[in-house]
């Protein structure tokens, strides 16, 4: 049988998501997924299973609730944030007829869901800056139901800027929403758009656990809003999103001793990041380290390639963006433990004497 003729047309012609286990590789440091370098154990005793979970567990909703001091009700619990942003254009977008914008470079997962659920999507680069292009952007709003704005931005690491989003929020108000995925946002706490929520009924932002929080192998998220479009996601995501050891497990991530842990771990991070990012910019290898805002740090090379095969024939993996839209030359590295970033330093820098000519 040519299963071939069954498929959907636009699922033939999908290129899926390229994601760090997908991509594999022989190494023994990771630095390709913007995982959390470190980890914590948590056991499971006491938990049954041969009932359903809650459709949303009130334990988890409450934990994160006054995490992100916001009311439960404008909470939605996801399987990550990559589940959220796919129920998002399920929930919105009309076939033949919506459309979504994305802002590359950026997270792939926006353009790859509309794929997939056969959504028109529109890719308007980012400026050189890697700030939103608000001229184009107004030109090509008709017909868009969804805005997705990564921020921090991945893998670029900037911030966008909060006045160019709240011309987006007033521009689209009534007419489409701006999702602002936070992923990041932990790691940079005070760019968070939470505060606006309140005033904008157009605004969603999507949160996760698969970073800061060092859980990115539980898939816990959360969509943050309002009552009214909680309510209308609600109608159309699975009965059962959230297993019971993932609610359990996420819910005591979120106590105070373990948000303090997280903290902790960021500020560590962000140190690590202080000095890889110092360290690269001494290298005679190195174009530009843009600035970061996040648990990773975007740098042009001279040659990217070159850079890359040598982190990985020295058993560091990290992530070639050089194919995406104006990120010729690039490699994003995910900030992990010092140690780590110390042995990325010291490979670059076996290196980086054939470069003499490049700087003075
Ligand atoms: C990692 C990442 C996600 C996915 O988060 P999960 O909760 O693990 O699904 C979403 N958005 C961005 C920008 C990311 O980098």
Redesign the pocket.
């Known amino acids: 049988m040519n299963i071939e003729k069954l498929v959907r047309k636009n699922i033939l012609k999908l290129i899926p998501y390229q994601s760090a286990r997908r991509i594999g590789g022989d190494g023994d440091i990771w630095l390709n997924?913007?995982e959390s370098p470190n980890f914590d154990y948590f056991d499971l005793i006491d938990v049954s299973l041969n009932r359903y979970p809650e459709f949303q567990p009130k334990k988890l909703l409450d934990a994160y609730s006054s995490y992100v001091d916001v009311d439960v009700n404008t909470i939605l619990i996801?399987?990550?944030?990559?589940?959220?942003?796919e129920l998002l254009i399920k929930t919105f977008c009309n076939p033949l007829e919506d459309k979504i914008i994305f802002f590359p470079p950026?997270?792939d997962?926006y353009e790859i869901s509309a794929k997939i659920l056969g959504i028109e999507s529109i890719g308007l680069p980012l400026l050189e800056s890697f700030q939103l292009n608000i001229d184009l952007i107004v030109d090509n709003i008709f017909n868009v139901k969804l805005i997705y704005v990564?921020n921090p931005?991945?893998p670029t690491g900037n911030i966008v800027n909060a006045q160019d989003i709240i011309f987006l929020l007033e521009l689209t108000l009534g007419k489409a929403l701006i999702i602002i995925?936070e992923?990041?946002i932990e790691f940079c706490p005070i760019y968070s758009m939470v505060n606006l929520l309140k005033k904008y009924s157009n605004l969603v932002i999507?949160?996760?656990?698969?970073?800061a929080f060092s859980l990115?192998g539980l898939?816990?998220?959360f969509i943050l809003s309002n009552i009214k479009i909680i309510k209308v996601l609600s109608k159309v995501i699975n009965p059962y999103p959230i297993s019971i050891p993932v609610s359990e497990i996420a819910s005591r991530a979120l106590n105070k001793k373990n948000v303090d842990i997280m903290r902790k771990r960021v500020l560590d991070l962000n140190l690590n990041r202080i000095w890889l990012v110092q360290k690269l910019r001494l290298m005679k290898c190195v174009d530009t380290v843009f600035n970061s805002f996040s648990n990773y740090c975007l740098v042009r090379f001279f040659d990217s390639e070159i850079i890359f095969k040598e982190l990985y024939s020295n058993k560091i993996i990290v992530r070639d963006q050089s194919k995406k839209i104006n990120l010729h030359n690039c490699i994003r590295i995910s900030i992990g433990s010092f140690f780590e970033c110390q042995s990325v330093i010291r490979v670059i820098k076996k290196i980086d004497h054939i470069y003499k000519n490049f700087r003075g």
């Open positions: 997924a913007n996801t399987r990550g944030a990559d589940e959220a942003i950026t997270y997962m990564c931005n991945n995925d992923a990041y999507l949160r996760t656990l698969s970073k990115a898939r816990c998220g």
